[in-house]
């Protein structure tokens, strides 16, 4: 096995189909949908202090991904809580871990696209890890991806799927770039998200994101614009060009891998200080992006739905 980047991670029991394996016996057929197309919708969890960081919502929106593709037999939100509870269970994991649900289409009789062939039902994989968030604390740099970002008349962002390519594309440029993520614009040319995160800009005390059009409207974007109405701090969702982002005093991404992440640069472009969410401001403490930092952090410990004792 290649090294991995915990090995706590080598003996994972993961749920597939109803059933707990270890990690070496955990798999899906050849015929499966996700295997076939991509047939298959995704959720990722974050689990602190013996609580899963806003379940209720990440359940409901699996739901309405797998409802926009007209899965069958679509298993309830209690039956993915059992199934999450077991796993993480089965992995002494309590705090400190990222779970990666997925819901496939299920198990084709033959090959081919058409969904009649899915005779079986869906098929949940529960995939508990020991992750960190995926970014650096010191901050990230961005290009831009020559890549659009889907328009909801081709295939609708707000169907949380796993038909990633568009997404891998513009991470194929940012790896070559060697910068962490890229940002990715709608056929307009304004700022969408990342290939991986929302994004949030700061300029004159004003919190801002884009529309959440050609954007998944993340579960992470939301609590921090939340957060920031219930602190006084303006909030905004607007269109943003990226002459807008490249003269931000700062910007920070979000999503549940990440938490919140500054941004030092963009297409070259120094963010504010360029220093990790100063944003010019004299040190990071004075940042509005350490501000919501701190709060995400302090609803994350306090929140969310308690796993079973």
Avoid at 175 to 190: I, N, P, S, T
Avoid at 284 to 291: C, D, I, L, N
């Amino acid at each position: 096995m290649p090294k991995l980047p915990d090995p706590r991670n080598a003996n994972l029991m993961i749920h597939v189909g109803g059933v707990l394996l270890p990690r070496a016996e955990a798999k899906v057929s050849v015929f499966d949908s996700s295997v076939q197309g991509g047939d298959a919708v995704w959720e990722g969890l974050r689990v602190y202090n013996g609580r899963v960081m806003m379940l209720a919502a990440h359940l409901a929106r699996l739901q309405a991904s797998a409802k926009a593709m007209a899965f069958a037999q679509i298993p309830s939100p209690d039956e993915v809580r059992r199934a999450l509870f077991e796993t993480l269970a089965a992995n002494g994991m309590r705090d400190g871990a990222h779970v990666r649900l997925t819901l496939t289409r299920g198990e084709k009789v033959t090959s081919g696209m058409s969904p009649r062939f899915n005779q079986s039902g869906p098929c949940l994989i529960v995939l508990a890890e020991w992750k960190a968030p995926v970014y650096d604390a010191a901050g990230v740099r961005l290009i831009t991806s020559s890549w659009r970002r889907n328009s909801p008349q081709c295939v609708d962002s707000k169907i949380h799927h796993n038909n990633l390519i568009n997404n891998i594309l513009a991470k194929l440029e940012a790896d070559a770039a060697g910068v962490d993520d890229a940002v990715m614009l709608d056929l307009e040319g304004f700022v969408s998200e990342t290939n991986a995160t929302n994004i949030f800009q700061v300029r004159g005390g004003v919190l801002s994101t884009p529309l959440p059009d050609y954007c998944l409207p993340g579960i992470t974007r939301q609590t921090v614009l939340e957060l920031a109405r219930e602190h006084g701090i303006e909030a905004v969702e607007r269109r943003l060009s990226l002459t807008e982002l490249y003269a931000a005093d700062e910007v920070f991404t979000t999503g549940t891998m990440g938490e919140l992440s500054p941004v030092l640069e963009i297409d070259g472009r120094r963010i504010g200080s360029g220093a990790p969410g100063t944003a010019g401001a004299s040190d990071r403490a004075g940042s509005m992006t350490a501000r919501l930092q701190g709060l995400y952090a302090q609803l994350a410990e306090t929140a969310g739905e308690p796993l079973p004792a």
